[in-house]
């Protein structure tokens, strides 16, 4: 077969999505943004991928299925002109407008594109306890059986220590950033621990190392925490306003879940109740959880 993937992203979807790249037979090609490339390279010998920009190249070969896990309308009338046998996702209706087959409606259901309003689908998106890798396994009629990210060799940098900080949130989230990370890093380090905020980088391959160079990564529901649960670095993740449920832990990941999250559930403004609705004790404590019990399996595997 020959498999087109559409995922531009943002970066950390894309990674969440590389599982797939474990069951797919055949030929796979990837659209994807360009800055996410590099992660891409390599991955797999049955892979190719190109930029958006550059994504009349992948006109080439026919397609027996295009996964399209994009909810825009210039990526789904892109799809017009691939003309695969098969759509797993978004595309254009006779209508011309934007649907999604009835194979993707356990994850576009919940999406801004929902056939149920986005009121309904941020509801559902509430109640849904499926992690994002079962949504897209089902739909394609697989089964996810803890599947493991895939990550290209990072590129190494001198920033090492005990506990990584990923403070940043980005734009679209504000309500993301947890407003007490200054305040965890100097209670850790009165515990004698070398904690460091993640530095912005030119690669994301250094942002890849930077991150797996700690003992445990603590943020929010961010890129930094996808590439400790592909590197199976221990990590705390704080959830302020997006779903705990759709995040598969992989057996290292702590989740500090807000108390008021419903009520800022998916909001996209901001509202400082959100940012301090979990205690600087409860995340210093899971983190020194974390770092115990990684100490504890890092002297078992060396006596075995």
């Not at 995922?7 to 360009?34: C, E």
Request: with cysteine; aromatic share 8%.
């Amino acid at each position: 077969m020959n498999i087109l993937i559409i995922k531009l992203g943002a970066t950390g979807d894309v990674v969440r999505t590389t599982p797939i790249l474990r069951r797919l037979r055949g030929s796979v090609t990837w659209i994807t943004s360009a800055k996410n490339g590099v992660l891409l390279d390599g991955l797999a010998d049955n892979l190719r991928h190109f930029s958006w920009e550059a994504r009349a190249r992948v006109l080439d070969i026919p397609y027996d299925l295009a996964i399209n896990l994009e909810d825009t309308l210039d990526v789904a009338l892109f799809l017009r002109s691939v003309r695969p046998a098969e759509i797993f996702g978004a595309y254009v209706g006779s209508s011309g407008r934007l649907c999604y087959t009835p194979n993707s409606k356990g994850w576009f259901d919940l999406s801004l594109i929902s056939s149920h309003g986005r009121e309904e689908a941020d509801r559902l998106k509430l109640l849904n306890r499926e992690t994002y890798q079962e949504l897209i396994f089902t739909g394609l009629g697989l089964r996810f059986a803890g599947d493991r990210y895939l990550l290209p060799d990072p590129i190494k940098t001198g920033l090492s220590g005990d506990v990584a900080i990923a403070a940043d949130s980005g734009h679209v989230w504000p309500m993301k950033k947890w407003a007490y990370y200054g305040e965890l890093k100097e209670a850790l380090e009165a515990k004698g621990l070398l904690v460091n905020v993640l530095p912005e980088r030119r690669s994301l391959l250094e942002h890849l190392a930077d991150v797996r160079n700690h003992r445990c990564l603590v943020g929010g529901d961010s890129l930094p925490m996808h590439f400790a649960l592909g590197t199976k670095t221990p990590c705390v993740t704080l959830f302020t306003c997006t779903s705990p449920w759709e995040i598969y832990d992989y057996g290292v990941q702590e989740k500090i879940v807000s108390s008021r999250l419903e009520e800022f559930f998916y909001k996209r403004g901001y509202d400082e109740h959100a940012t301090t609705a979990i205690s600087i004790d409860e995340v210093s404590d899971a983190v020194m959880a974390q770092l115990e019990t990684s100490t504890s399996l890092a002297k078992h595997a060396v006596v075995g």
